[in-house]
């Protein structure tokens, strides 16, 4: 937070060190060189065979200068389909019923043919066979690991062999996992991937920002990546951002980030658990092996709108997610709950348990709700405010989580202390 609000956001900087179109940038090349030699630290690679542009804005850019720099327009592509957990990023069209044509949700998907491949419908896990076999006959340029709402680890072996089968490039979108990776909490892409990217503010805890990182071989990946990045995308890049990211690298490094990864997997096990084990809820693909759990709400009958909405009207932020088998990403499935946020406040096993005893009583009441309100989202979320069951399970939440620690205030200090803000 220091880093965000310092000198360094008034600062433009664009180019790359010791080559800026603007002077006065010898501190700047500094911070730029130690956020790359700290990001290239963090995943133990080595700075003969891979570099780092740390100047993308945040994932999404970092994964479009990838495309521009190392696919041809209309290039093919597969990436994770959205329901299955994928990224818009990595490609995605819709049906038009109005148009009675196929929509291009993703600007991916407008400068690039996309086929996205799935999970298995019965397990939840990637479908390396249905990939392997459409791959076969897409012959893609590019095919992309990674999603944002798979709770499983990757097998990477497994797509290098489809990729090297097709002559494919390999990316890896770690955007959601990259602190578990750098802690060896999940497998590394590195051995196996041609390009690695990656958000710095999920499970890395850092600030809003993006990475790429690159082999250096004879492909000449380097320079095409860099000049993607700027000035064919962006302008100055915010060095305020990257100061904030190698100070963040750095305690990624330290043996107390190691044991806040793992409570992370932990606790996100136990809420799976928790809602599977005591409640009988489904889990897509049985549970999680991450820091994520995707709860599959299409068994009791209610939509991740919905329930969403209840669980803001209680203080709970979860966000409504597209699960197996949902046909619109309008009206998803499920919903998606991460254990970063919460494990940084300090919070257990056995609370993450309570958050399942809670999230069972909120799905409780909004059947209720439902069975009054009818189909439409916005007559059940006009019912939301007159329910005494909600309001009673706001106020024990609100107590609950007032009695963990905060990053930057003590809960204690709070002026407003009711969950109604005053």
């Given at each position: 937070?220091?880093?965000?609000?310092s000198a360094?956001?008034?600062?433009?900087?664009?180019?790359?060190p010791?080559?800026?179109?603007?002077?006065?940038?010898?501190?700047v090349?500094?911070?730029e060189?130690?956020c790359?030699?700290?990001?290239?630290?963090?995943?133990g690679?080595?700075?003969e065979?891979?570099?780092?542009n740390?100047?993308?804005?945040?994932?999404s850019?970092?994964?479009?200068?990838?495309?521009?720099?190392?696919?041809?327009p209309?290039?093919?592509?597969?990436?994770?389909?959205?329901?299955?957990?994928?990224?818009?990023?990595?490609?995605?069209?819709?049906y038009?019923?109005?148009?009675?044509?196929r929509?291009?949700?993703?600007?991916?998907?407008v400068?690039?043919?996309s086929?996205?491949?799935?999970?298995?419908?019965?397990?939840?896990?990637?479908?390396?066979?249905?990939?392997?076999?459409?791959a076969?006959l897409?012959?893609p340029?590019?095919?992309?690991c990674?999603?944002?709402?798979?709770?499983?680890?990757?097998?990477?072996?497994?797509?290098?062999?489809?990729?090297?089968?097709?002559?494919?490039?390999?990316?890896?979108?770690?955007?959601?996992?990259?602190?578990?990776?750098?802690?060896?909490e999940?497998?590394?892409?590195?051995?196996?991937c041609?390009?690695v990217?990656t958000?710095?503010?999920?499970?890395?805890?850092g600030?809003?920002?993006?990475?790429?990182?690159?082999?250096?071989?004879?492909?000449?990946?380097?320079?095409?990546?860099?000049?993607?990045?700027f000035?064919?995308?962006?302008?100055?890049?915010?060095?305020?951002?990257?100061?904030?990211?190698?100070?963040?690298?750095?305690?990624?490094?330290?043996?107390?980030?190691?044991?806040?990864?793992?409570?992370?997997?932990?606790?996100?096990?136990?809420?799976?658990?928790?809602?599977q084990?005591?409640?009988?809820?489904?889990?897509?693909?049985?549970?999680?092996?991450?820091?994520?759990?995707?709860?599959?709400?299409?068994?009791?009958?209610?939509t991740?709108?919905?329930?969403?909405?209840?669980?803001?009207?209680?203080?709970?932020?979860?966000?409504?997610n597209?699960?197996?088998?949902?046909?619109?990403?309008v009206?998803p499935?499920?919903?998606?709950?991460?254990?970063?946020?919460?494990?940084t406040?300090?919070m257990?096993?056995?609370?993450?348990?309570?958050?399942?005893?809670?999230?069972?009583?909120?799905?409780e009441?909004?059947?209720?709700?439902?069975?009054?309100?009818?189909?439409?989202?916005?007559?059940?979320?006009?019912?939301?405010?007159?329910?005494?069951?909600?309001?009673?399970?706001?106020?024990?939440?609100?107590k609950?989580?007032?009695s963990?620690?905060?990053?930057?205030?003590?809960?204690?200090?709070?002026?407003?202390?009711?969950?109604?803000?005053?």
């Amino acid at each position: 937070m220091e880093c965000l609000g310092s000198a360094l956001t008034n600062k433009y900087s664009e180019g790359l060190p010791h080559a800026r179109y603007y002077g006065g940038n010898e501190i700047v090349d500094q911070v730029e060189i130690m956020c790359q030699k700290r990001a290239l630290e963090a995943y133990g690679l080595d700075p003969e065979k891979w570099g780092v542009n740390v100047q993308p804005y945040s994932g999404s850019p970092a994964n479009f200068a990838v495309y521009t720099a190392l696919l041809r327009p209309h290039d093919r592509i597969m990436g994770l389909d959205l329901p299955s957990g994928g990224h818009l990023t990595h490609g995605f069209y819709t049906y038009s019923k109005k148009e009675g044509t196929r929509k291009a949700v993703s600007a991916t998907s407008v400068y690039f043919e996309s086929l996205p491949y799935r999970v298995h419908p019965e397990t939840g896990y990637v479908d390396h066979e249905q990939l392997a076999r459409d791959a076969g006959l897409f012959k893609p340029a590019m095919i992309i690991c990674g999603g944002s709402a798979y709770p499983r680890d990757w097998d990477y072996a497994k797509f290098r062999e489809i990729a090297d089968a097709n002559g494919s490039l390999l990316m890896m979108d770690m955007a959601h996992i990259s602190g578990l990776v750098a802690t060896g909490e999940q497998s590394s892409p590195f051995d196996y991937c041609d390009i690695v990217t990656t958000t710095t503010h999920k499970s890395l805890r850092g600030p809003r920002a993006g990475m790429i990182f690159f082999r250096k071989d004879e492909r000449g990946f380097e320079s095409r990546i860099n000049q993607a990045v700027f000035p064919a995308l962006q302008g100055g890049p915010h060095e305020h951002q990257i100061a904030g990211v190698a100070t963040q690298l750095k305690e990624v490094c330290t043996p107390e980030f190691k044991v806040y990864s793992q409570q992370v997997k932990k606790n996100a096990a136990a809420l799976a658990n928790r809602l599977q084990t005591k409640y009988g809820y489904k889990m897509a693909s049985g549970g999680t092996e991450n820091h994520l759990v995707l709860w599959d709400l299409k068994p009791n009958g209610i939509t991740g709108s919905k329930y969403e909405k209840a669980c803001d009207h209680v203080c709970i932020t979860l966000n409504k997610n597209c699960v197996p088998g949902d046909r619109s990403a309008v009206t998803p499935g499920g919903v998606r709950i991460g254990a970063p946020a919460l494990t940084t406040r300090k919070m257990c096993e056995e609370d993450f348990e309570q958050i399942g005893d809670f999230l069972h009583e909120v799905l409780e009441a909004s059947l209720k709700i439902q069975e009054k309100s009818g189909p439409k989202l916005k007559d059940f979320a006009a019912m939301l405010d007159s329910d005494e069951t909600l309001k009673d399970i706001r106020e024990r939440v609100n107590k609950f989580a007032t009695s963990f620690p905060m990053p930057g205030f003590d809960p204690k200090e709070m002026k407003y202390t009711s969950p109604n803000g005053v």
